[in-house]
T-cell receptor
Framework: GENVEQHPSTLSVQEGDSAVIKCTYS??????FPWYKQELGKRPQLIID?????GEKKDQRIAVTLNKTAKHFSLHITETQPEDSAVYFC?????????????????FGQGTELSVKP | ETGVTQTPRHLVMGMTNKKSLKCEQH?????MYWYKQSAKKPLELMFV???????ENNSVPSRFSPECPNSSHLFLHLHTLQPEDSALYLC??????????????FGEGSWLTVV
């Protein structure tokens, strides 16, 4: 089955700096990669996602890149702010006929605790 | 508010108790999930229900028993749990579509403490 590795487990940056979180996945057939942000005591929420037919996607200060050959994808946050402090989870999913009949089996990485210091 | 509500938010139970966690989604989705979140561990997928049918049981001990009476409701029945089962249990739902994104929406979670 799919396995997702996420690094680093903790990341501390100064406000205004960039933050990069990296994930690797094992199943080359996976084709959907979302990122979730979980603030302390709250639920995980989707912040950005990317499909395997796209190499990069950007939404304001957040961007995600995907390297299918190397089977890794990364989250980039620019101009970090204290409110970006949270735990970030990457995930991988195989879309398509098989999964449609089996439900969406989203597998998460271990999470990265990001701390943005003012 | 994401349209997925869980009750109770906090639960303390003894190892011999029987309790249930409840989840309801108001988004018209066709799939529902239970995830377990422990300290310093990734989100662990426990069960998947697609169109009310259980399609995934990720080697979860039988002391956890899911029930999905319809596409909007999901339960997790708990009995004879162990202290190591203490965790945040997250319910989620999504609209699973072929060759399309599968955004999962989480509930607020139920904090379970087994004493």
């Amino acid at each position: 089955g799919e396995n997702v590795e996420q690094h680093p487990s903790t990341l501390s940056v100064q406000e205004g700096d960039s933050a990069v979180i990296k994930c690797t996945y094992s199943d080359s057939a996976s084709n959907y990669f979302p990122w979730y942000k979980q603030e302390l005591g709250k639920r995980p929420q989707l912040i950005i996602d990317i499909r395997s037919n796209v190499g990069e996607k950007k939404d304001q200060r957040i961007a995600v890149t995907l390297n299918k050959t190397a089977k890794h994808f990364s989250l980039h946050i620019t101009e970090t702010q204290p409110e970006d402090s949270a735990v970030y989870f990457c995930a991988a999913l195989l879309l398509g006929e098989m999964i449609y009949n089996q439900g969406g089996k989203l597998i998460f990485g271990q999470g990265t605790e990001l701390s943005v210091k003012p | 508010e994401t349209g997925v509500t869980q009750t109770p938010r906090h639960l303390v139970m003894g190892m011999t108790n029987k309790k249930s966690l409840k989840c309801e989604q108001h988004l018209g989705h066709n799939a529902m999930y239970w995830y377990k979140q422990s300290a310093k561990k990734p989100l662990e997928l426990m069960f998947v229900y697609n169109f009310k049918e259980q399609t995934e049981n990720n080697s979860v001990p039988s002391r956890f028993s899911p029930e999905c009476p319809n596409s909007s409701h999901l339960f997790l029945h708990l009995h004879t749990l162990q202290p190591e089962d203490s965790a945040l249990y997250l319910c989620a739902s999504s609209q699973v579509q072929k060759n399309s994104g599968n955004t999962i929406y989480f509930g607020e979670g139920s904090w379970l403490t087994v004493v």
